[in-house]
């Protein structure tokens, strides 16, 4: 099964959803998280699924949108959408795939034949505004994500296209970002004398 891959064009798709048609076209221009789901009706899903929701608004904020996915049929998503709008108190306001016949979850290699055979793993895709996938993140059936993770990551990525750095570890908006390393050697030794916070030639910070 062929894997996507990062900093190159996201596999396509158009599939149904609890929100209508939803094509990957239809997202040019804005950011993307898909992210997939092993089932409806299961408790680290509706966790994730809330977590998703409460932070919606700072996801769109970013220009970055939502779509979910699970091989469960459409009226199952719509079930489960009204449950936890019952029983949580909580709307969730981005669209589900429905993928039963699990197109889009091969595509994606959401399937893990050691996890489940008939099961999407808890996949997560950062998609830029191009069209782009620019981050992956798998998790087991057994424990949920941490959703302010993606939305930290999300940050991490824009900050990096707009400024042309890296960011460190558990960066924040408004913490110091790694400045590219030089790459000859008249320019590592330039590096220490150009203002920024160095640790060494290779290691700098600054303030954006």
């Given at each position: ?9 996201a ?14 076209s239809d997202y040019e221009g804005?950011w ?6 092993p ?8 966790t ?5 929701a409460?932070?919606?608004?700072e ?5 970055c ?7 469960d ?7 489960w ?6 029983k ?6 981005f669209p ?8 889009v979850?091969?595509a994606?290699?959401m399937i893990?034949?050691g996890?489940?055979d008939?099961?999407?793993?808890r996949a997560?895709f ?5 069209g782009?996938?620019r981050?992956m ?5 057994t ?9 930290r ?7 990096s296209?707009?400024?042309g ?5 558990g ?5 110091a ?5 030089p ?14 916070d ?6 700098c910070?600054k303030q954006?």
């Amino acid at each position: 099964m062929a894997m996507p891959r990062l900093n190159e064009p996201a596999p396509a798709f158009e599939a149904n959803t609890t929100h209508g048609v939803k094509k990957l076209s239809d997202y040019e221009g804005k950011w993307l998280i898909l992210f997939s789901h092993p089932a409806d009706f299961t408790p680290v899903c509706t966790t994730e699924f809330i977590a998703f929701a409460k932070h919606y608004e700072e996801f769109k904020a970013l220009n970055c949108e939502l779509i979910g996915l699970s091989i469960d049929s459409n009226y199952a998503h719509l079930a489960w959408v009204q449950n936890i709008q019952a029983k949580f108190g909580v709307s969730i306001p981005f669209p589900i795939i429905e993928d039963l016949s699990m197109k889009v979850a091969h595509a994606y290699g959401m399937i893990q034949p050691g996890a489940s055979d008939t099961s999407a793993v808890r996949a997560t895709f950062i998609i830029d505004d191009k069209g782009i996938l620019r981050a992956m993140v798998y998790y087991p059936m057994t424990n949920g994500r941490s959703i302010p993770e993606f939305l930290r990551l999300v940050k991490a990525l824009q900050t990096s296209d707009r400024n042309g750095v890296a960011t460190p570890e558990g960066w924040q908006p408004g913490e110091a970002v790694i400045v590219p390393p030089p790459k000859t050697v008249e320019a590592a030794t330039a590096r220490l004398s150009e203002g920024y916070d160095c640790v060494d030639w290779y290691f700098c910070k600054k303030q954006l």
